[in-house]
């Protein structure tokens, strides 16, 4: 009887591990925030993808990930609160004057392939953001909020989350 108590024990700590997240293939963003320092900020978002297939690797330049639009996986929409409403400034990566290099809150988050049997993802997405693209106080205007999604590999959207706001 001992045993088998320690027997049933110990299969039961086993079941506990094996036990896999059941999440939707789409991404999905659980949260987000900004922690702001003097010099900059970070924007940090926790997400699942039940497939795995969320991110994008360097070769990514083809086919699905060829249209401008889909160079990136991360789009933070930048909005600004002019009068008691939020308005978007609207930004174009494709059509704007920004080099790869400074085009604002849109990013490559690279791909973290899952190993094993077990393909889901979980995890948290930080982003470095410099302090000048969070509010310039033009005309009194100093406090702004960011509409972010993600897209998996599927193209499959996630929700949209808010980030902020951040008063400069």
Known sequence: MKYSLILFGISFLFAGCLERENFPDEPRLLSGRLDVSGTGA????SFTDGDGNFGLEE???SGLFEPCIRRWNLYAEYYKMQNGLWV???IDPCNGP???DDVPFYYVVPWAKP???DQTQEGVISIDMPIWNLGDNVNGFDTVLFKVKIVDRDMNESNVV???PYVK
């Open 42 to 45: 970070t924007m940090v978002l």
């Open 59 to 61: 070769a990514d330049t």
């Open 88 to 90: 978007l400034v609207p």
């Open 98 to 100: 920004f080099p790869d």
């Open 115 to 117: 190993t094993g049997q």
């Open 162 to 164: 808010e980030v902020g």
